[in-house]
């Protein structure tokens, strides 16, 4: 069969799922599952013969020759004995559970998985199919999954800016289901002949992320897995744990993330009555310069811990981060000061599936300390004014970025050159002094110049869909700030 029609083999029954009551979540969890004990059979056959680990009573064949209640049951079962597991395959089924409750549809589930060899199909084939089910997943807004699922052009764009190098490691400290791994992945294979150890490199050692949602974790794992990132015999790449929690063992060359939205970090805790409740959750490291509960500004200062010296970052922010005071203030002097922070892309709202977000992709370069600011100036590209995107009709494409490539020059970044002058006021690409930035409120790096077309007058208006649309994401935001007053109230 072809990949199109195997593409469209597993979407249809998705879609049958659904009709039980079977989220795309759900679906991709029991099919995550399934696809490894499958691959895992392929591999533990002529001419692989490798030893999987896993127990012959629980293995593919055990599922392949049973059906009804006994086929539920064991499946139940083989999911909790695989889920004590170590290594990979104690990772892919940790706290796995059974959603798909009509034996009948397991069993054909079962029968599609096993119709095709799995390992034969190419790691595009195999990453394509599971690709476009997180995507879908990621739209289906009741499952919440869309924070874990950073827009692919973007990622490309900031991949293709840092350049990362053959040889080199690269972290993620909220990985979500691994797009920024894969992209990396991609551009190193496509602008370098690896050797057998450069390949072997990236194979096994190049990449590093964390997770803190056990789910989320999974669904990474065998995405890097299906795309060949990382084997079943070898120890995951993927840590469950909150990355923000510990001062890091290791630093890398390169950190690539989209650390989750939302502003406080919390946790839930327990009273003497037996009560739960959420409280705000702050980290106390030494080696961070502000101790706050501020989510986005914790992961600032750790992104700069984890990074080697001359180690590059490009990570998306919000823009609460360019301009609040207190931590805010002392994170980015701090930032200027032992990083060269030489980048800032201004991004357009109606990218992300978390309605109305407005952030930023900063990119700096872990630098040695010095009693001098590394920071001499910032290049800000403005992709935001007068840009509209929405997910549905005018979802961001890696086109659209281009230009902000082209100016960021990655070849040598020594030789920009701006777009804007007091003769070109339109231009988005503008540079601000260190001494520039200082003297501002707070060192506010909030930084616009253009003209919104849309403040000018009502001609100016953008097509009643379009104005719908803003509004509808303006109030959904607005109503998540509201419940995080809320959750800080109780």
């Known amino acids: 069969m072809t990949s199109t029609a195997i593409v469209n083999k597993v979407w249809n029954f998705c879609h049958t799922l659904r009709d039980d009551g079977v989220g795309y979540g759900d679906y991709l969890e029991q099919l995550t599952y399934l696809l490894f004990l499958k691959m895992a059979d392929e591999y533990s056959k002529p001419p692989y013969n490798r030893d999987t680990h896993i127990p012959a009573n629980f293995n593919w064949e055990s599922l392949r020759n049973k059906s009804g209640a006994e086929l539920e049951s064991h499946y139940v079962q083989l999911l909790d004995a695989l889920g004590k597991k170590t290594g990979m395959l104690g990772d892919i089924f940790v706290k796995s559970q059974n959603k798909i409750t009509d034996p009948a549809k397991l069993h054909k589930l079962i029968q599609l998985i096993d119709g095709e060899s799995w390992v034969l199909l190419g790691a595009d084939v195999k990453g394509d199919i599971y690709e476009g089910l997180l995507q879908k997943n990621a739209e289906d807004t009741k499952s919440g999954a869309g924070q874990y699922f950073t827009p692919r052009a973007l990622i490309r764009a900031m991949v293709e800016c840092v350049r990362p190098e053959p040889m080199k490691t690269i972290a993620d400290p909220a990985c979500g289901t691994g ?135 490009a990570v998306v922010l919000p823009d609460n981060v360019l301009f609040e005071g207190g931590a805010g203030e002392t994170v980015r002097k701090e930032l200027m000061r032992s990083t060269e922070l030489h980048t800032i892309l201004r991004l357009p709202t109606g990218i992300f599936y978390a309605q109305g977000v407005k952030a930023n992709v900063l990119f700096f370069e872990n630098k040695p300390a010095s009693k001098t600011a590394h920071t001499k100036e910032v290049w800000i590209y403005d992709y935001r004014t007068n840009v509209k995107h929405t997910l549905k009709t005018n979802p961001l494409a890696y086109e659209d970025l281009k230009d902000f490539i082209a100016c960021y ?56 869909g379009v104005l719908a649309a803003e509004i509808v994401e303006d109030l959904e935001a607005a109503l998540e700030q509201f419940k995080l007053i809320a959750e800080d109230l109780k």
Request: neutral net charge; aromatic residues 12%; proline residues 5%.
């Open 409 to 464: 020059a990655p070849a040598d970044r020594y030789k920009r050159k701006e777009t804007w002058s007091s003769k070109s006021p339109e231009g988005r690409w503008r540079k601000y002094s260190y001494e520039e930035i200082m003297a501002r409120d707070k060192a506010s790096l909030d930084i616009f110049w253009l003209k919104d077309d849309s403040l000018e007058d009502s001609a100016n208006l953008p097509d009643p």
């Open 179 to 313: 797009g920024f791994f894969l992209a990396a992945s991609d551009y190193l294979t496509a602008t370098h002949k690896l050797n057998k150890e450069q390949l072997k490199f990236l194979k096994y050692e190049t990449f590093h992320g964390w997770e803190i949602v056990a789910s989320t974790a999974r669904l990474c794992l065998m995405n890097l897995f299906l795309h060949n990132v990382g084997d079943m015999d070898h120890e995951s790449p993927i840590l469950r744990d909150d990355s923000l929690r510990t001062t890091p063992a290791t630093n890398f060359d390169y950190v690539l993330t989209n650390p989750p939205f939302g502003k406080k970090s919390s946790t839930t805790v327990t009273n003497d009555k037996g009560e739960e409740k959420r409280e705000a959750l702050t980290y106390n490291r030494q080696d961070f310069w502000a101790t706050t509960s501020n989510k986005q500004l914790n992961f600032v200062q750790h992104i700069r811990s984890i990074l080697k010296p001359g180690g590059s970052a």
